[in-house]
């Protein structure tokens, strides 16, 4: 065998449901040189990065870290350490991810059940409120950014619900967190989790969690083991909180990543962060329509970060990312499961919620759509934009 070429990835602009490009700051500080993951520096290191993540959290809660795995590893862990065989859960799914919170409840061997909402929509809180009157789960599981529609769900008010008839809520906030409001004490989750490489500018590799004392005291006064070894929350905390007991070996460089994006997330402040968000979102819908493109999510429940539209007929889908590809260095995504070949999933993630991602990407946009025979006025979209 010849020895494969220097990695050279020609340049792109991520655009798509993530990853998102990671700030230039970031890969800096992953070229960082290592330290041991039991040096005393290290462990101040981790300290800093959770102390920070509970302010990009907005929560006090102790049990803060990231688990060293993408994001499905912060659902996974939020799931088998709340749910025992036989317990009521009631996971309320609007899309892709939603279905996988079910999939991953049912192999706790959850008493579950389920809620659906048509692709696009959320979850009406007078169905969940019925529901939790009904089933009386112990823990409720819920996307707040539904990143395969579009859609964003009121967490707020799932809390107050959850509140009220004592179920633990689990959020997944892997789309929302630095993109969008999420204030995780006062809005009353139990457990939320996230990743790294969507709102945060690093790459893919970290997913953090945070369990509320609520969480906690259901974590201790389990019956039986968390079936899963790397993900018990009681044996990790005691390598991040406790007495630094090794667990596994921290991913160093993923730790720096997160510890510099957090840090860009704080100089900025997560008002301004989510004002811009909105901002750039607001330009490229102006210029999606103009377009003549339509988004999939009900337009009261529109995610800023995410912006799904629906492919026009008769325009081959795969074709077209590829000509934003390979002609332009866009990746945009494409549709999941009900939204396969139907849909296109445009991010303004972390970094890329900027004007030049939205006017590059509307240019590109008409000029493949017009390729594809699309009746566009040229320059709409960017003007409207
Ligand atoms: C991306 C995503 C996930 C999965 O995260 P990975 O990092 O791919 O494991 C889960 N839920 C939502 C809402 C997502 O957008």
């Given at each position: 065998m010849t020895i494969p070429g220097q990695l050279a990835p020609s340049p792109r602009?991520?655009?798509?449901?993530?990853?998102s490009d990671a700030h230039p700051r970031v890969l800096t500080a992953m070229t960082t040189p290592l330290l041991g993951h039991l040096d005393p520096q290290f462990l101040d290191i981790m300290a800093e990065t959770a102390e920070m993540l509970r302010q990009v959290y907005v929560t006090k809660n102790r049990l803060t870290i990231p688990i060293s795995a993408t994001g499905t590893a912060g659902m996974e862990t939020c799931l088998v350490n709340l749910v025992e065989p036989g317990d009521k859960v009631v996971v309320g799914s609007i899309g892709y991810f939603g279905n996988r919170m079910i999939e991953i409840a049912e192999r706790c061997r959850a008493d579950l059940t389920t809620l659906k909402a048509e692709w696009g929509q959320t979850i009406d809180l007078n169905v969940l409120r019925e529901t939790l009157q009904r089933v009386r789960p112990k823990v409720v599981g819920l996307v707040h950014a539904e990143t395969s529609t579009g859609a964003l769900q009121d967490i707020e008010a799932a809390g107050k619900l959850c509140k009220e008839f004592d179920a633990l809520l689990i959020a997944d906030c892997i789309t929302s967190l630095g993109c969008t409001p999420l204030k995780v004490d006062e809005w009353g989750i139990d457990a939320a989790f996230s990743c790294s490489?969507?709102?945060?500018?690093c790459p893919p590799g970290l997913s953090p969690v945070t369990f509320s004392d609520r969480a906690v005291a259901a974590l201790k006064a389990?019956?039986?083991?968390?079936?899963s070894w790397y993900f018990d929350l009681s044996l990790i905390e005691s390598y991040w909180?406790?007495?630094?007991?090794?667990h596994h070996t921290g991913p160093i460089s993923m730790v720096y990543a997160l510890r510099e994006g957090l840090r860009i997330v704080l100089e900025e402040g997560l008002e301004n962060r989510w004002a811009r968000h909105l901002k750039n979102h607001l330009a490229l819908k102006a210029g999606l329509e103009a377009l003549g493109l339509k988004y999939t999510a009900n337009p009261a429940n529109q995610l800023p970060q995410l912006n799904a539209v629906r492919i026009p007929d008769g325009v081959d889908d795969l074709a077209c990312r590829k000509r934003m590809l390979n002609e332009f260095g866009i990746e945009i995504g494409g549709g999941l499961g009900d939204f396969k070949g139907k849909a296109w999933r445009i991010g303004l993630m972390g970094?890329?919620?900027?004007p030049s991602s939205v006017f590059l990407v509307l240019a590109a946009l008409e000029t493949v759509l017009a390729g594809a025979g699309v009746k566009i006025t040229p320059g709409a979209g960017v003007a409207a934009a």
């Open positions: 602009l991520l655009l798509g449901p993530g990853p490489q969507k709102g945060l500018g389990r019956k039986s083991k968390v079936q909180g406790g007495d630094r007991a090794y970094v890329n919620s900027k």
